[in-house]
């Protein structure tokens, strides 16, 4: 990353070029910039500009290719070029404005190793030090030419960097047997050799050019040669200072517009030339603590006032001031402690080259004067992560952050601990939280002790750069565990049986279900009533399957008995159909009534006195009652019939039996019945030519018909209401009946038919219908019909004219095909056949089916005999294509028998099928269950088959597929009237479908900007919507919303659009907070709405 202060200076890359291309003409020099080489490497001149006192050094890994290693560079005024010293055939061109690259492959045929970059002016010379070729880049254009006319006695595979001259590029000779240097001129390449002078070794890196002569630097020879470029000629120096040895070597110089530095490899100190005299002067006067024999320079630059020398082993950047001669040393080691080959100066930093950019492709060294590091560390991932908790320990870990200035090794971590949740930035660390310890460099780890057992703490990380700037972390909460404990029951007393035992432990905060007297235990005289903490029931009660909360301590509770009560009396009498005289009263035993003739039948619930009391109930000397639960259907002949209700107390002593006397009608106009009858029995075979229809528990015969049919080679069972007689008996019943029409037969297809008027009479009773078939059932609100709605749409008819059709049936052939199909192309299971619910209307040829609905209605499907029910993952929806939608899906048991509950706000072909997912990422990871839940429901998709990549933004898009295909919605229809969604976008159809049902609104503009992320709070907004599709409460006051969400700090961040949505979210649990704010205008994850929206499901009970 480049920081600010030095995006501030691309004004000045920008007059850096205009010096390269103007003030630059051959031999000809502007004199307010400074020449800009080290003998290896030669750029453009650059205006002074020194560094200053203060420097820093940052490291940029992922700027050169990998395996891709550059001796030097050279500058061209506004970028900086390498070439590889490997055999690779590639260039990279350097942008140290963004610090990004380029990299440019060679001519075929070039593969030369390049030591030495020389910029011209116009082109760039990479200077071979293995290979065959020189090579010219022309800086505009990117071409590569390849020169390889050397002359006799030359090598073309041992040079070491080179000096151009305003008209010739002259390449130093690195030895190996190499005595000619080769002079090139740069406008057509044309090459010529020129000897050394006798007796001097070829062994020389780099050359400079002192805007009058070239100057060969000796590498380990004992003498600099000095180039005239008119003719060629060549002249020794060695006139070194007096306590010098010749034995060390020289890796370049560099000219600073009057003297040449020599940059000292091996060499003890560095040589000052003055080439105007051949004097040469000895600077070791090495900064305190400085030890040259543990630092080798390869390579430096001049900065207008200061030469700098760069090391290569030792990690001590050394600048000389060339006016006083003063040194001072810089650790520029970093994180990684590099080595270096080259140095570029672009005017306003230094770049070092490293032999390879698998350990550091560049670093920057720039001016960091003081408060010049104003931007704090970057935490790209805040998220801390509890591990390795014990009762008084917890291990902390987290991502490190990173700094433009301070090297990231260098940056110091500090926890902060606190009890409550206000530990959220620098600040509230600082004022509120406990430091653990002190800053510490370069950690990503802490353990924190001392901790107490069972107790919730909140921890957060502090980062520091050197320059005191400061980031925070996200805070977590953390929760110890506590020593386990244990729950024993005592009988207190008791005379027989055995107390439950519970083998479990528990930790503090965990719920214990208490057990029942599973161990049947007796106190003669007593009766057992549960539990209590205390053995003289002075403590807590706990009833049996109650919730009790472990602390830290264990727990035993004792057996709470109760004297065997004389109590005999009823606390409430009801017959259904049957208004009793004198109205009950538990002191009252004796009543009467009389019913019409058509009460034929009537039910009986009795409640004990005492809700407590063990008393029992028996009706008419046999058939025993259950305390508030209706009995079966008693008769009633025509005239007298008695109903007795006997009463027994828990002490099995005490009787007392009520007597209703029930007198019913004879028929009127009809012939009389013939006797009484014996008095009163439990039920009536139903008679022959009708159908059992089941109103509110009661079965109600005559009611309905069936007749059996067949077609298309499946069996049916049409059941037809008579409306007449339904809307009669509804009459006698309260608001929201439930209509039960039982199927036992195994017929492929059920079909329940009633006419318009008796749907309307159900209605007006907010009746629910509910089919129930060996196949599955069909929960259906009759207001769901919209009947009178419908008879508007067919031209106002009588509602007794229009026919109501609900069914149930077995998929056909053509429809069990496609399934497979489908599931065979998307790689899942079938777990039951595809079953057909559907619903029409249809009035004098014209039917109209009913494909949605206004709320989620319910139906089951029973799984096949022998059938898994955990391997049904959920029910998808068959379209006419082939294609498929998740609907909500969950499996409950019943009498041993397992069925799919089914919510949809539409009618299809439903089938139940099993397909797990997994993802590889998310090991591990906080949201793994949600996802994995989610993914195989079909309402998320992975990013691809093992990632899903949790903790990515989501986008607008992506966010309204998931929760329509969560609704259970076909993603499939028109465009939305966005002015950005088009038909062959993926997402159109859910965006349409969510538009449909006012879920998303889209921008003011009729936009919907699918790919942009959604925040937090848009999320929230709709999943609200969401909530009330699903049937849950979302209605907040607005002094409501502001007393739920005043735990939330950041509260006032919230939009006023979306401060409702968020309390119905919170006050629903949806929406968890600890106090550490709902971050609205923070981009929500894939992770975090995979959760959210199984919230929603959960809490709406459409999944489980």
Known sequence: MIGSAMKRKISVFILAVLFATMLWSPN??????????????????????????????KVYGDDLPAFFTAYGGAFDGRYIWFGDMGLTGRIVRFDPVTATSATYNLPSGITSGFIGTVFDGQNIWFIPNTGGKLVKVDKDTGTATGYDGWPAGASPSHFMGGAFDGQYLWLAPSGNGSSIVVRVKVSDGTMTGYPLPVGVAGSFFGAVYDEQNVWLIPNGGNALVRINPADGTMTTHSNWPADFTTTGSFSGGIFDGEYI?????????????????????????????????QNMYFSGAFDGQNIWFTPFIGGQMLKLDKATGEMKSYDISGCSNPNYFGTVFDGQQLWLTSPSALSAALTRVSTAGPGSDTGAPVVANGTLTPSSLTFSSAGLSWAKATDDITPDCKLEYLVYRSDSPNISTVSDMETNGTAEGAFAADIATKTVTGLTPGSTYYFNVMVKDQSGNKTAYTMVPVTLPAPTVTLSYNGNGHTGGTEPVDGSAYSNGQSASVAGNSGSLVKEGSVFRGWNTSADGSGTDYAPGSALTMGLANVTLYAKWELLSSEARLGSLALSG????????????????????????TT?????YSQQS?????LNDGIVLTSGQASGPVSLAVGKNTVNVKVTAEDGQTQLTYTVEITREEESAASPETGSGPGPVVSVPPKEDGFRVII????????????KESANGQSKLVVTVDVDKLTAQLAREGDKPTVIIPVSSGEDIVSAVLSGAAVQAMENKQAVLDIQTPLGSYTLPAAEVFIGRLSEQVGQVQLADMEVRVEIGKSGEAAAALMSEAASKGGYVLSAPPVDFTVSVSYKGTTLTIEKFSTYVKREIALPEGADANKVTTALVLHADGTTHHVPTFVTSREGKSYAVINSLTNSTYSLVWSPKTFGDMEGHWAKAAVTDMASRFVVNGKSASSFAPDAVITRAEFA?????????SDTGETAAFQDVSDKDWYAGSAAKAKEYGLIDGYEDGTFRPDRSITRQEAIVILSRAMKLAGLETSVSAGQADAVLAAFADRQELADWAKEAAAAMVRGG???????GLTPSADITRAETTTMVQRVLKAAKLID
Do not use: C
């Open 261 to 293: 530095w020599l940059i000292p490899a091996g060499a003890d100190r560095i040589i000052r030339l003055d080439p105007a005299t051949n004097t040469m002067t000895g600077y070791n006067n090495w900064p305190d603590g400085f030890n040259k024999a």
């Open 28 to 57: 000809t020099w502007a004199i307010s910039t400074i020449p800009n080489g080290n003998g290896v490497s030669q750029s453009a001149r650059v205006e002074p500009n020194p560094l200053g006192e203060n420097v820093t050094a």
């Open 578 to 601: 049957v208004t009793l005289s004198p109205a009950f009263h538990s002191d009252t035993a004796a009543y009467s009534a009389s019913v019409g003739y058509d009460t034929r039948s």
């Open 961 to 969: 597929a998931i929760v329509v295909r969560a609704l259970g919605l």
């Open 1070 to 1076: 949806l929406v968890a907070g600890d106090g550490t």
């Open 614 to 618: 063990s008393a029992s109930l028996e």
């Open 696 to 707: 509110n528990g009661q079965p109600q015969e005559q009611i309905a018909t069936a007749v």
């Open 604 to 608: 009986v619930t009795a409640t004990v």
